[in-house]
């Protein structure tokens, strides 16, 4: 007998069908792209680990001490620079900022030293390890505080594998506003399931470097002058750099004050990882931008396509250096009638914003030429001083807000930016060539309005 239970019953169980079909599809098509797999492992699963490289920073050596890995990590005030033209005091570990990577194997045993060469009392917090409560860096929680002068010592075993991080849980807004943290990676004892080709890391960060001055403001929260990568801002930031078809990982880790939408150019990735270890490949998931949340990290991956590609947080404000706050908007405002009435108060003004800031890029290249006394004649034209800022300087110890010159003009960037350079051949890590694209690939005018 059929009735209307029996139709909707039936309904239902069609409409299941339906979306378990379409999950499966959707499933089957993601673990398409991903490398064949027998009894759970890769065909060409490799022992050991591809060493990681840390952009624009280091790795920190260990001694072999009795079957255990002794490292020595010394908290200390340096003097750091974010990009040519601009420093700052600012306090690391072992003469950085962020300290020195820290890379082992699970299962290892590590005793890590810690020195103290502040003028407070410090800890260090290994964020995301699992270990006992009295090594866990909390300082009066868990620990007597490290006073200046002291060296503590820390010792557990390596439970886990992942991408993890350490910073002071000891006054911890100014000493992680001037820069103490760095990052810790725990390989996988039996190797990588799926072989990585490179593997890099990099640590995301905020400072308030104010212009004209040379000390981090640590009480700021968030009106931010300076977006890092490994404390450095574009153009200073290492590129990233592989061989096309290569697997490429990328780990991110985050301890400014803001969630960074990381964006890769060119590629979708797969988004494999986390301070929780390598996920299962079922867990993974295809992405071509992924939020890193604050105290967090995110493990990316691809396979590397030939070309020059941007890599940045999405955020537009943080792809800049050196940004003003509160000022007034001068966006469609002819500043013409007075600018030389500013600038009777404000000797060195430049009027700029009127059709958009990508004038800013002009001052820039004329304040070069200027200093290189390449402006000819131009230096005495009144409309070029007035519009494009010839000669003109900044604050002191202070970045432009947009920077980089690329094989076509401009770049316009700051902060978190940097590229990726992919090449069919051998490629350096600090190569600062670019991409020969091939003919018609480029794009070009067709038309002049």
Same mark, same amino acid.
């Given at each position: 007998?059929?009735?209307?239970?029996?139709?909707?019953?039936?309904?239902?169980?069609?409409?299941?069908?339906?979306?378990?079909?379409?999950?499966?599809?959707?499933?089957?098509?993601?673990?398409?792209?991903?490398?064949?797999?027998?009894?759970?492992?890769?065909?060409?699963?490799?022992?050991?680990?591809?060493?990681?490289?840390?952009?624009?920073?280091?790795?920190?050596?260990?001694?072999?001490?009795?079957?255990?890995?002794?490292?020595?990590?010394?908290?200390?005030?340096?003097? %750091?620079?974010?990009?040519?033209?601009?420093?700052?005091?600012?306090?690391?570990?072992?003469?950085?900022?962020?300290?020195?990577?820290?890379?082992?194997?699970?299962?290892?045993?590590?005793?890590?030293?810690?020195?103290?060469?502040?003028?407070?009392?410090?800890?260090?917090?290994?964020?995301?390890?699992?270990?006992?409560?009295?090594?866990?860096?909390?300082?009066?929680?868990?620990?007597?505080?490290?006073?200046?002068?002291?060296?503590?010592?820390?010792?557990?075993?390596?439970?886990?594998?992942?991408?993890?991080?350490?910073?002071?849980? #000891?006054?911890?807004?100014?000493?992680?506003?001037?820069?103490?943290?760095?990052?810790?990676?725990?390989?996988?004892?039996?190797?990588?399931?799926?072989?990585?080709?490179?593997?890099?890391?990099?640590?995301?960060?905020?400072?308030?470097?104010?212009?004209?001055?040379?000390?981090?403001?640590?009480?700021?929260?968030?009106?931010?002058?300076?977006?890092?990568?490994?404390?450095?801002?574009?153009?200073?930031? &290492?590129?990233?750099?592989?061989?096309?078809?290569?697997?490429?990982?990328?780990?991110?880790?985050?301890?400014?004050?803001?969630?960074?939408?990381?964006?890769?150019?060119?590629?979708?990735?797969?988004?494999?990882?986390?301070?929780?270890?390598?996920?299962?490949?079922? #867990?993974?998931?295809?992405?071509?931008?992924?939020?890193?949340?604050?105290?967090?990290?995110?493990?990316?991956?691809?396979?590397?396509?030939?070309?020059?590609?941007?890599?940045?947080?999405?955020?537009?404000? %943080?792809?800049?250096?050196?940004?003003?706050?509160?000022?007034?908007?001068?966006?469609?405002?002819?500043?013409?009638?007075?600018?030389?009435?500013?600038?009777?108060?404000?000797?060195?003004?430049?009027?700029?914003?009127?059709?958009?800031?990508?004038?800013?890029?002009?001052?820039?290249?004329?304040?070069?030429?200027?200093?290189?006394?390449?402006?000819?004649?131009?230096?005495?034209?009144?409309?070029?001083?007035?519009?494009?800022?010839?000669?003109?300087?900044?604050?002191?110890?202070?970045?432009?807000?947009?920077?980089?010159?690329?094989?076509?003009?401009?770049?316009?960037?700051?902060?978190?930016?940097?590229?990726?350079?992919?090449? &069919?051949?051998?490629?350096?890590?600090?190569?600062?060539?670019?991409?020969?694209?091939?003919?018609?690939?480029?794009?070009?005018?067709?038309?002049?309005?």
């Amino acid at each position: 007998m059929f009735s209307r239970r029996n139709l909707l019953t039936s309904s239902l169980s069609l409409l299941g069908l339906g979306f378990l079909y379409s999950a499966k599809a959707e499933t089957t098509a993601l673990q398409d792209t991903l490398p064949s797999l027998e009894n759970g492992y890769t065909k060409n699963k490799r022992s050991g680990h591809v060493p990681v490289t840390t952009l624009n920073g280091t790795t920190l050596p260990y001694k072999m001490i009795n079957g255990v890995k002794e490292f020595h990590l010394i908290a200390e005030e340096i003097e %750091h620079e974010f990009a040519p033209g601009s420093k700052a005091k600012c306090w690391g570990y072992n003469g950085s900022t962020p300290g020195p990577t820290i890379e082992a194997v699970e299962g290892d045993r590590v005793r890590i030293l810690v020195t103290n060469k502040l003028p407070e009392h410090t800890t260090i917090h290994w964020h995301g390890i699992l270990l006992p409560s009295g090594m866990d860096g909390v300082g009066g929680l868990n620990q007597p505080h490290i006073k200046p002068g002291e060296t503590f010592e820390y010792e557990f075993t390596l439970k886990q594998h992942g991408t993890h991080m350490y910073h002071p849980h #000891a006054d911890e807004m100014v000493q992680l506003g001037v820069g103490m943290m760095g990052m810790f990676i725990i390989h996988p004892k039996g190797g990588e399931q799926v072989p990585i080709d490179r593997d890099y890391c990099f640590m995301l960060h905020n400072w308030a470097l104010h212009p004209g001055t040379y000390r981090p403001d640590p009480s700021i929260m968030v009106d931010f002058d300076l977006w890092t990568m490994n404390s450095k801002v574009f153009p200073a930031i &290492d590129p990233i750099v592989a061989r096309t078809g290569e697997r490429v990982r990328i780990r991110i880790a985050n301890l400014s004050m803001w969630n960074h939408p990381m964006h890769l150019h060119g590629h979708q990735y797969w988004v494999t990882g986390s301070d929780g270890g390598r996920w299962p490949q079922s #867990a993974w998931r295809p992405e071509v931008t992924e939020i890193v949340a604050v105290g967090q990290t995110r493990d990316i991956e691809f396979i590397a396509i030939p070309g020059d590609w941007a890599f940045h947080c999405h955020m537009s404000h %943080h792809t800049m250096n050196a940004m003003g706050h509160g000022i007034a908007n001068p966006l469609g405002v002819n500043q013409s009638g007075i600018a030389d009435k500013v600038k009777s108060l404000l000797p060195g003004y430049v009027p700029m914003g009127e059709s958009g800031m990508a004038e800013h890029s002009e001052h820039l290249a004329m304040a070069v030429k200027a200093a290189k006394g390449e402006m000819g004649d131009m230096k005495d034209d009144k409309h070029a001083v007035m519009h494009h800022g010839a000669g003109f300087d900044g604050p002191r110890n202070t970045l432009p807000m947009m920077t980089g010159e690329g094989p076509f003009g401009p770049i316009e960037m700051g902060g978190m930016f940097t590229v990726v350079k992919i090449r &069919d051949g051998k490629i350096k890590q600090k190569d600062k060539g670019w991409y020969n694209n091939p003919p018609g690939t480029v794009a070009k005018r067709i038309k002049h309005i």
